[in-house]
């Protein structure tokens, strides 16, 4: 059964970028694994950072749970993801744990360091994996004392889109494969719902579910690239296609040119 790993900085990062595409593939038969680098410790005005980790934990788990995948929580702590030794070797550590097909994280450019600084830590540990001389931390959340042997091959990488995707001189990000996630737009809702610790802070601030009106207004912009007055709602990638990755087109082999466009 083919396998694709979700890794992104924070509780809800995946759910909001590319959960719709997740619950297409598990659809498809894959197996799907959601990991993020920290426990969303600093998401509390009110709760300590420990009790709110507390919660937030249990929030992805559940959402995990919606979509029938696993649930990884690497452990660091909010803004202080970095492209480090120790890091990339906890990172290649969920990875050969994993051993995923299809990695999905952050890009490079985002709106703030923990997204960018786990999209390249992503990217050297998915590299790393396969290299028996680069030593994994043992796996986060498992009894295992060592790391799993390294990968037999490296898995296709694929960068979710940037937070409302923005470059950083305000422009729209481009996206190189579009998702038609139209079908599956209420279940991507449950799971960021799932997260309702984050959900009653932005209710709280914007007076309103901003929260779901956010998720749902970006899948509308990105539905555009299709063209379609049915396609409602769609996510966007651009796959890396740098040295030694594979460069096949993996979206549309899992997932069919019906769901799938590529862009220029
Ligand atoms: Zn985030």
Redesign the pocket.
């Known amino acids: 059964m083919p396998r694709v790993l979700a890794l ?3 509780p ?2 995946i759910e909001i970028t590319c959960a719709g595409t997740l619950l297409l593939l598990k659809d498809a038969g894959w197996d799907v694994h959601l990991a993020t680098m920290t426990a969303g410790d600093l998401g509390s005005s009110t709760l300590s950072a420990a009790a709110i980790a507390r919660v937030r934990r249990k929030e992805a788990a559940a959402s995990a749970a919606l979509l029938g995948a696993g649930y990884t929580c690497l452990g660091i702590e909010d803004l202080t993801i970095a492209h480090t030794e120790r890091q990339k070797r906890i990172v290649t550590g969920l990875l050969r744990a994993v051993r995923p097909d299809v990695l999905i994280t952050h890009p490079p450019v985002d709106y ?1 360091a ?2 960018e600084q786990t999209s390249y830590l992503a990217r050297d540990a998915a590299f790393g994996s396969t290299i028996p001389n680069w030593k994994a931390l043992p796996p986060v959340g498992t009894r295992a004392r060592r790391a799993a042997p390294p990968c037999a091959a490296l898995p296709s990488l694929l960068y979710a889109d940037p ?1 409302d995707l923005a470059t950083p001189d305000g422009t729209r990000a481009a996206a190189h494969v579009v998702v038609d996630i139209s079908a599956v737009l209420e279940r991507k809702a449950a799971m960021l719902a799932a997260h309702a610790s984050q959900r009653a802070w932005l209710h709280e601030q914007h007076g309103e579910d901003e929260y779901l009106h956010w998720m749902r207004r970006v899948g509308a912009e990105r539905a555009r690239a299709f063209g379609k007055r049915s396609v409602t709602h769609a996510e966007g990638f651009v796959p890396y296609r740098g040295h030694a990755f594979p460069k096949d087109d993996v979206l549309t082999s899992a997932l069919g040119r019906r769901l799938v466009k590529t862009l220029p």
């Open positions: 992104m900085a924070h809800d990062d703030m923990d997204h937070i």
